[in-house]
DNA sequence: GTCTATAGGGGGATAGAC
DNA sequence: GTCTATCCCCCTATAGAC
């Protein structure tokens, strides 16, 4: 006999570590209940129905990872008053809270997985979730990115953190294809150098000169 | 009555539409046959299983797309002579072979779709199939590169590659999440203006400078 | 709140007629 | 080569005992 919060976590836990490893569609209730040690029904008494699973998961997390990030801004902000901070910044500002997580010994390294995932998912109800969360932080730090790059064109800039999201998705989603294609000559464990390495490539490519107008040039003979 | 190669066609290109929009998981047989108007038990007489009809729905396209990237790099690389490529071109070369495939109305934008979810897909078998079939092609780039960026010690190299590789990856996935997230302000069909974007933006991240050993400076401080 | 049991529907794969 | 019919498995969801 066990509380029903505890139920639900473990339900939640599971369900986490197996979404991350094997995909939301692939996962059944069956395999996440006996992983939590708990009856199957139990995940329609407290979750109502396998949709509902999927988005609380998902939420837990995102949430609390997108608060923060939007607090690390507004200290970026107050700090440099009238100016705004620097795109590295900014940058920051939004990766390293997710990152962190995988150091967390509680979400471990499954949710990242999840997350970095969850921007290429076909399954409706993830991709709902995260738009829905992601709105206002996407919202935010676009309008800070513009003060910090304002000679950008508006358009640009939303292709340029799309390309952004990419990366970091990648990172936290692709370290197995990184490990197999370099034969083990990168270490995906390294966090802070990790973090060093997202951070001069994204700062870089959103800081890129503006390709010119129509250039015809002998480039595309090769 | 149908020859059996048409029957083997409509089994690919209906498999590849319907995995490109929900998933390989979430994709049965049925629903494949169904679309292709062909009997449920052509998939098992001409595949034999689903995992070979994933295989090949992969292979058909990835194989063309990497044997022009080797073409093309190749073609840089005896233009320039001794001198190697510039990094924007060794970019060009990867990038526009697959990009290019958008325009292809028989392949049209599902494969694209596709292959861009592939790099973070749970299911083994397409993993497998893009670790296979990209092997080569790493091999050859991370090489041109090499020569291209000689002060890039190679294991930030790889790093920056995979940055890359979520760029690309990002690009040919995850348009939906560009264009509601920036109102619709994005125009994703057209081509010629999604290659320089994402030609500059990949440039610039993998020419951009080293960060420095360890810094501690204020910065973490916001 | 938690369990067992089962309904009810798909799923992948195959045997055997044509 | 193509079809129908079917096997047998696993799925989600729920009803109802405890």
Redesign the pocket.
């Known amino acids: ?4 919060e ?3 976590r473990r339900i939640l836990d599971a369900a986490e570590r197996l979404f991350a490893r094997h995909g939301v569609e692939a ?6 209940t006996a992983a939590a040690r ?9 979750f ?4 509902a ?1 999927i988005r609380e998961v998902l939420a837990r997390r995102v949430g609390p990872v997108n608060q923060e990030r939007l607090a690390r801004l507004r200290a970026c902000e107050a700090r440099t008053g009238d100016q705004p901070p620097s795109v590295e910044e900014i940058v920051r500002a939004f990766v390293e809270p997710v990152l962190a997580l995988r150091a967390d010994p509680d979400a471990g390294q499954a949710f990242t997985l999840l997350m970095g995932r969850s921007f290429f998912e076909p399954n409706l109800q993830v991709r709902r979730v995260i738009i829905g969360q992601m709105r206002e932080v996407a919202r935010r730090f676009t309008a800070a990115l513009r003060r910090a790059l304002p000679h950008l064109p508006e358009t640009e800039l939303w292709w340029r953190m799309h390309f952004s999201a990419g990366v970091l998705a990648h990172t936290l989603a692709g370290n197995v294809h990184l490990e197999t294609l370099s034969g083990g000559r990168c270490d995906t464990s390294d966090l802070p150098a990790v973090l060093e390495r997202l951070v001069a490539f994204v700062t870089a490519g959103l800081k890129a000169p503006l390709p010119g107008p129509k250039q015809r040039s002998g480039k595309r003979k090769c």
Chains 1, 2 share one sequence.
Do not use: E, F, P, W
């Open positions: 006999m066990r509380s029903a505890a139920t639900r996962t059944s209730l069956r395999q996440i708990v009856n199957l029904a139990a995940v329609n008494y407290h109502g129905a396998k949709d699973l």
